[in-house]
C-alpha cells in the first residue's frame, strides 16, 4: 500500500510512528533496541512495552480536522488508531486521539 495515496476522510489524520531514541550522557542517538550498560556500553535488549503512549509525524489529514496539520509530531495514546498494514507504523486514526503535539 502507498501510503501518500492515502487521503484519510472527515476529521482523521494518518501517522507515523516516530522511532524511540534515548540519548545517552555523550549526546549519542540510540535506537530503541540498545540499552547503555552501567559500564557505558552499548547492548541490545528485548522491547519493554511500558510506555503509555508513542509519539507520531502527522503524514495527511482529513478535510474535517481542526487542531493538527500535516507535519506536526503528535502524542497518541499506545493502543490508538488502526495500523492499516501488519509490521508497519503508520496508523489511521481520530483527531480527538491526539493527546498533544509538540
Known amino acids: 500500500m502507498n ?8 476529521a482523521r489524520v494518518l ?17 530503541s533496541g540498545l540499552k547503555m550498560t552501567e ?4 547492548a541490545r535488549v528485548e522491547e519493554e512495552d511500558t510506555d503509555k503512549t508513542f509519539e507520531a509525524i502527522v503524514l495527511a489529514i482529513g478535510p474535517d480536522v481542526k487542531y493538527s496539520k500535516v507535519g506536526d509530531r ?4 499506545k ?10 507504523d503508520v496508523y ?3 483527531e480527538l486521539d491526539i493527546l ?3
Open 15 to 31: 501517522v507515523e510512528k516516530c522511532p524511540k531514541e534515548e540519548v545517552t550522557a555523550s549526546g549519542l542517538i540510540v535506537n
Open 3 to 10: 501510503v501518500k495515496k492515502i487521503k484519510p476522510t472527515l
Open 74 to 77: 503528535a502524542i497518541l495514546s
Open 39 to 42: 559500564r557505558g556500553q552499548l
Open 79 to 88: 493502543y490508538s488508531g488502526m495500523e492499516l498494514e501488519k509490521d508497519t
Open 100 to 102: 498533544a503535539t509538540v
Open 92 to 94: 489511521l486514526i481520530n
